[in-house]
């Protein structure tokens, strides 16, 4: 890739920041991408979801998908 450092703050407010503005480049991505193209990625997402052993894991992917879901579609 690149010699980038991408740091990450250990304060959970910071981090939190940080998620949400990945939730949202995600987002803006598929939105850049074309219906088709990004219904085929969320379905991917959501079959991987399926493929993960750690149950409170994939509750939070699965919720992490539906809120990139509900802003996709606004």
Same mark, same amino acid.
């Given at each position: 890739? !690149?010699?980038e450092?991408?740091? $990450? !703050?250990?304060?959970?407010?910071? &981090?939190? +920041?940080?998620?949400?503005? &990945?939730k949202?480049?995600?987002?803006?991505? &598929?939105?850049?991408?074309?219906? @088709?193209?990004?219904? =085929?990625?969320?379905?991917?997402?959501?079959?991987?979801?399926? $493929?993960?052993? +750690?149950?409170?894991? @994939?509750?939070?992917? !699965?919720?992490?998908? =539906?809120?990139?879901?509900?802003?996709?579609?606004?």
């Open positions: 890739m !690149s010699d450092d991408f740091a $990450t !703050s250990q304060e959970t407010e910071n &981090l939190a +920041d940080e998620v949400a503005c &990945l949202m480049m995600v987002t803006l991505i &598929l939105k850049g991408m074309g219906q @088709a193209d990004a219904g =085929k990625v969320i379905i991917n997402m959501e079959r991987y979801v399926q $493929t993960l052993g +750690d149950k409170p894991q @994939a509750e939070v992917f !699965s919720n992490t998908i =539906k809120q990139i879901k509900t802003a996709y579609r606004q």
